[in-house]
């Protein structure tokens, strides 16, 4: 099947401003899916709200946009109710993060098939670019205008901490990585997450004076390296991209069909 | 004895009367005096195939049955106040995008985290507007355990008849109280299916384009037609738009497949209403004193008389301008400062021969309490 098929034409244009990463995570992640093969019957797409939680209109797929922050909450509650379904749930930072930053780690501990893209672009995009909890200390926003003093956390590692069997990393820079990536989140059994360095070049950009949605991917080249890089020992401040975890753990739907078979049995 | 006969809590029983409605699908949180729901859910939805989740807070809870209902089941949650607060903003979504759910709310004494095991009926309010916007609910109640499970499948029935959330504002004596309660037999109380859509695949399916009838045919999530739902005022295709030809539609659309079937909604029961000069109103487990108060004085020969409301929202305003036409009083009877007194005094013809007879603190109102209002209004004193 081809890109153009797992779109809603009827919905575009897009709302993106130029050079947002958003529209280059939805190519990739369409191109992922095309891979694998998977129809896009049996594919729900369950989104927040911010710029990158549009990203479910776009796609011909069964797609919820639900509330800021809940979309795993809300994806919960699709998967276990049809399982055979498959759940990928885009988010931006603020969304998976801050207001959804509860449901966040509590969907990665209970481990459910789905998968959670966090678009980080380290920036509130949709009001108008005020720090996220992913902006990170000393960064410009509107609401940091004398600079940020929060400090920032590791998406893998909160991730990994909070057991999520699935963890990779990679930017919009990396578009073939970006898609081997999100494809092997998908086919994986369990709660994935893929975080993907991703531009705002309209706030983030520009308050911070990183120059245009290029000379920003120029950014995630420099700035990141492979995991296990010999780049990392010598340079630490090197962002890793790749796959961090990928684990065989009991997954929530299948353990919940032996409750059932238990309770059905009497014990 | 009769297998069908039993001494439960009310709690229990909603339960029960929940998956004879057809519930296979529950996600909730603890919080008392609510949480006998969430325990009793916990042990019987496996029993029959059905799923129970119990998530991380409220928001999550409501969040994950209204996905679970898109695609296809009967789906409920259960909690008390300060988890209803949560539950806001979700339940705005849950109506704006029309999806069926039930929320029981067991309500307790006091706002914020009031006197949790104690009793109260302070959401009536917040159940009709906590949620922001314009929009119509439908909120119902019960004052014993048989009408708690009749109303029980009826909250199951309208949420699927009109494509909306139906509040179940208990409260904790009707939750708690252990009654000898009745088990209606299969196929005795008539049930409703969801309505879906007979649209075929591969032929345009608009999932936000009502009928005539102001019903919303529906294609689960899984199954033949892809579409988008959204908490944004959408079009017919379920897209986000802010032409104001279609908010103005959306809103009406969602108003008024509620309001204007009001009379269809009101459930109600009423005591010696015929000839009263004083009419009770009352609902909950306020109700229960109410009564209690009516039939004693209608065996000293007044002329008193019970209107129970089960159907608090869509209020039946003619409903109660028609049965209170000719009282000389009109006695609201609720644990609370008032809060269906003013829905009352808005549709009867004399406001002020409208009097409260209410408790505040916790404590069940009795038929003291009441007796006592009503010797003030008799001018007899307390
Ligand atoms: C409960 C609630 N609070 C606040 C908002 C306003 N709001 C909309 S999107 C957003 C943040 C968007 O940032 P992010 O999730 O990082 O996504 P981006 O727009 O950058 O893609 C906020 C605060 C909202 N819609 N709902
Ligand atoms: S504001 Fe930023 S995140 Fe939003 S569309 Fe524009 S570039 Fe993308």
Redesign the pocket.
Known sequence: MAIKDYIRERFFPHIWCPGCG?GMVLNGLLRAIEKIGLDKNEIVMVS??????RISGYVDFHTLHS???RALSFATGIKMSRPELKLIVP??????LA?GGNHFIHAARRNMDMTAII?N?R?????GG?H?PLSGYGTMSATSPYSNIDNDFDVVELSVAAGASFVGRTTTYHTKQMTDILGQAIIHKGFSVVEIMSQ?PTYFGRKNRLGSAIDMLEGFRKNTTPIGSKAKQKDPDLIERGIFVRKKMPEYCDEYDKIIKRAMKGN | MNENLKFIQGNEFCVEAALYAGLDFYAGYPITPSTEILEHMAKRLPEIGGKFLQMEDEIASLCAIIGASLTGHKVMTATSGPGFSLMQ?ALGYAIMAEIPCVIVDVQRGGSSTGIPTHVGQGDVMQARWGTHGDHAIIVMTASNHQDVFAITVDAFNLAETYRTPVILLFDEVVGHMRERIFIPAKGEIPLVERLRTSVKKGVDFHPYLPREDGRLPISDFGEAHRYNVTGMVHDMWGFPSDNPKIAYGLVRHLVDKIENNTDKIARYKEYYLEDARTILISYGSAARSALHVVENRRSRGESLGLLELQTLWPFPYSLVQEKCADAKYVVVVEMNAGQVLQSVKICVDRPERVFLANRIDGVFITPTDIRNILRLIEGKGV
């Open positions: 958003h927040g709200i911010g710029c990158s939680a509330i800021h922050g988010m931006g930072d603020g969304d998976a207001i678009i672009n920036i509130y995009g949709m009001t005020q996220s705002c | 903003e």
